[in-house]
């Protein structure tokens, strides 16, 4: 079936280093990504989107990264601050190409 | 303007009560969507909205009504809920369906006694 995951629920970091969030995905004709970030008692907020005919985008000191060969997307944050620390889910569209299927999320720490 | 806002932030229901959910946009966006979170998980799909006509129901039960009463407004009518369904409830946006980004509200925690 459908299904988003991430490989690590945390990961915790230094301020100024740079975060690597990675994400895997199981339908291969997703053509659609996106990652969100949600600091606690607020909604999720959109990061950075990729469509599945590029294989990087950058965006302000973020950068996804997608590999479709093994259906594989990862997040990185350049020079982490304080104020990254949250939770970062990655999400696809789903077979329909209707709504989008949120993998489980990687809490973020920063450290100063 | 690419707010999305909810009311009530926190709510407080018996099982026996009637209450509602708002969400509303002013973007000019066509599509809408309720997501319910519990905690520590990733948001689940409930509804979805296309052109103020439900296109999507994830098998939702019916304690939980939606209405789209016009492009910017989307409610969500709860009655008879279970404690279980205390969760943080999230209302988002899209300019169509499909690979559009979707901006969210900050949710309307829920607690069901």
């Known amino acids: 079936g459908e299904n988003v995951g991430l490989h690590l629920p945390t990961l915790s970091v230094q301020e100024g280093d740079n975060s690597i969030i990675n994400c895997a995905y199981s339908?291969?004709?997703?053509?659609?990504f996106i990652w969100y970030k949600q600091e606690s008692g607020k909604g999720p907020q959109f990061i950075i989107d990729?469509?599945?005919?590029?294989d990087k985008r950058q965006g302000q000191r973020v950068t996804v990264l997608l590999n479709k060969t093994v259906k594989h997307l990862s997040l990185q944050i350049a020079a982490t601050q304080p104020g990254d620390s949250a939770v970062y889910f990655c999400?696809?569209?789903?077979?329909?190409?209707?709504?989008?299927?949120f993998g489980k999320g990687t809490t973020l720490s920063v450290s100063s | 303007d690419t707010e999305v806002t909810q009311t009530p932030k926190h709510l407080v229901m018996g099982m026996t009560n009637k209450k509602s959910l708002k969400c509303e946009q002013h973007?000019?966006?066509?599509?809408m969507y309720w997501y319910k979170q519990k905690a520590k998980k990733p948001p689940e799909l409930m509804f979805v909205?296309?052109?103020?006509?439900?296109?999507i129901n994830e098998s939702v039960p019916s304690r939980f009504s939606p209405e789209c009463p016009n492009s910017s407004l989307l409610n969500l009518h709860l009655h008879a809920l279970q404690p279980e369904d205390s969760a943080l409830y999230l209302c988002?946006?899209?300019?169509?369906?499909?690979?559009?980004?979707?901006?969210f509200g900050p949710g309307t925690r829920l607690t069901v006694t």
């Open positions: 988002a946006s899209s300019q169509r369906t499909g690979g559009f980004e979707q901006y």
């Open positions: 339908n291969s004709a997703s053509d659609y």
């Open positions: 990729i469509r599945s005919n590029m």
């Open positions: 999400a696809e569209i789903d077979q329909a190409g209707t709504a989008l299927i």
């Open positions: 973007m000019g966006h066509r599509a």
């Open positions: 909205y296309s052109y103020e006509k439900l296109s």
